[in-house]
């Protein structure tokens, strides 16, 4: 049985990732942050670990105690901090706390469970981003959300050639504008069809698409 380990899975698209690879007969492990995630996770049949992903200490301390091979390490909890901010009157103060969720979450994710993955059969890691963190694409908006988006790209572009040695394919991918509570009401795509695509992008990937950024659709994002 093939195993997943999903951070931020309590709620949201985390807890659809989780929802649809349980009902595809994989092993889930869920990182959440509270008592209604860990029951949200149970009811599905899935393992929880309770930690806050921006406390990289914390995140250490736990993970590494986590000792099964995992085949898919993906590193999806996130925030959009504070909305509406703008030039003139950024909150830097929430604007660290996005990159210390958004960034450094996922960096501590890696590191932690990087032997975990190489152990397994799959081997493949796979960041939560946006397409919002494409500089690209970049259109002015949501500054804060967007740079850690962006920052985060970069670290899936660096892992992927740290980790080519031990076989392991990294990727960058987007979820598209989802109806979840960060995406909003009038978002067109459903949470479930957005994993659905995800989930199909990651069992279709191949040693040389590590390092790539792709939509839930499958179709390449530019940097």
Known sequence: MPTILITGAGRG???EI???YA?????VVGTVRDAAGESRLKKLGAETLQLDVSD????????SSFKDPIDVLFCN???????GSTLGSFDYADWEGVLRVNLLGAAASVEALVDNVAASERKVVALMSSRLGSIAEAGGMT????TSKTALNMLSRSMSELLKGKGIIVVAVSPGWVRTDMGGAGAPLSPEDSVRGLRKVLAGLRPQDSGRFFSHDGSAIPW
């Open 77 to 83: 909890a996130g925030i959009i901090g504070k909305r």
């Open 143 to 146: 500054v804060p959300y967007s």
């Open 18 to 20: 989780a929802r649809q």
């Open 13 to 15: 698209l985390g807890l």
């Open 23 to 27: 009902e595809g007969g994989w092993r």
């Open 56 to 63: 990289p200490r914390q995140m250490k301390k736990i993970l």
